[in-house]
C-alpha cells in the first residue's frame, strides 16, 4: 500500500467554512457609461474559486475565516473567491474545453483506461511533491456546452493506493467542514502499471463517498497567487 499528503492539510481547518451555495447574481459587473451588464452566474457555484483560494491561503500559511455564510456580492472575500474563479477558466478556454472534450470522449466511448491512468498519476504526482491537487470531476457525457455547470471541482490532499485501487481524500466545497470526502479509483493496475493497454479490463470505476455521479477524473492546473 502506498500513501502520500500535503503536510498538515484539512479541509476542517484550512477549507472554507460556508458551502458553495450563491444566491442568484453576477459574479462580476461591467460598467459602460450608464450601462451596467453581469458576467458570470453565481448561482451556478463558485467551486473552483474556493478551492483556489483556500489553496493559496495554505500556500501562503494562511487560514479562511470561519464564516458559515458566504461573503456578500461586493466584499473582498467575494471578489477573491469570483477573481480566483475567473482564474481557474485559463482564458476561458483550457480548463471547459478539458470537460467538455473529456465529456465528449465518454459519450463515444474513446475516455480509455490509460487516460484515467494519467490522470491519477498527475494527481499523485502533484500530492507527493506537497502540493494540493486541483481535481475536476466529470459529471456528465453530454457535449452540450451550458452542460459544463454540471462539473465540479475539488482540491485533494491525500491518498491511498494499492495495486487495484486508490483512494483520494479532497476538500469539496459543496460539504465544507469535512474531512472524510473521498474519491474511490478501481481500475486495473491503478497504482503500478503507468500505461496499461487501451482497452484494458476491467473498466474504470469511480465513485464519490458523498454520492454524487462521477465518470471521469481530470488533473487540472494550480497556480497560487501572492497575498494582495
Known amino acids: 500500500m502506498r500513501s502520500g499528503a500535503v503536510p498538515g492539510f ?20 461591467l460598467r459602460i457609461r450608464y450601462l451596467r451588464i453581469g458576467v458570470g452566474e453565481v448561482a451556478e457555484g463558485l467551486c473552483a474559486g474556493m478551492c483556489f483560494a483556500a489553496a493559496d491561503r495554505f500556500v501562503r500559511g494562511e487560514v479562511p475565516p470561519t464564516d458559515t455564510v458566504p461573503p456578500a456580492r461586493g ?3 467575494f471578489h477573491e473567491i469570483a477573481r480566483r474563479q475567473l ?54 457525457a453530454n457535449v452540450n456546452p451550458f452542460s459544463l455547470t454540471a462539473n465540479h471541482e475539488v482540491l485533494g490532499f491525500a491518498y491511498e493506493a494499492g495495486p487495484g485501487e486508490a483512494t483520494i481524500r479532497i476538500y469539496d466545497p459543496n460539504h465544507p467542514g469535512s474531512d472524510d470526502v473521498a474519491i ?42 501572492p497575498a494582495r
Request: no cysteine.
Open 10 to 29: 484539512l479541509p476542517s481547518r484550512h477549507g472554507f467554512a460556508f458551502a458553495n451555495r450563491w444566491p442568484a447574481g453576477p459574479a462580476f459587473e
Open 75 to 77: 466584499t473582498p472575500l
Open 184 to 225: 474511490r479509483l478501481r481500475i486495473g493496475g491503478v497504482a503500478a502499471r503507468p500505461e496499461p493497454p487501451a482497452f484494458a479490463t476491467p473498466p474504470v470505476s469511480l465513485e464519490q463517498t458523498t454520492g454524487e455521479p462521477l465518470l471521469a477524473l481530470l488533473h487540472l492546473p494550480y497556480r497560487p497567487v
Open 87 to 140: 482564474d481557474s477558466l485559463h482564458w476561458l478556454v483550457m480548463a471547459p474545453f478539458r470537460f467538455w472534450w473529456t465529456a465528449a470522449r465518454l459519450r463515444v466511448g474513446r475516455w480509455m483506461v490509460r487516460d484515467q491512468v494519467r490522470q491519477w498519476l498527475a494527481i499523485r504526482e502533484e500530492i507527493d511533491a506537497g502540493r494540493p491537487a486541483m481535481l475536476g470531476l466529470v459529471r456528465t
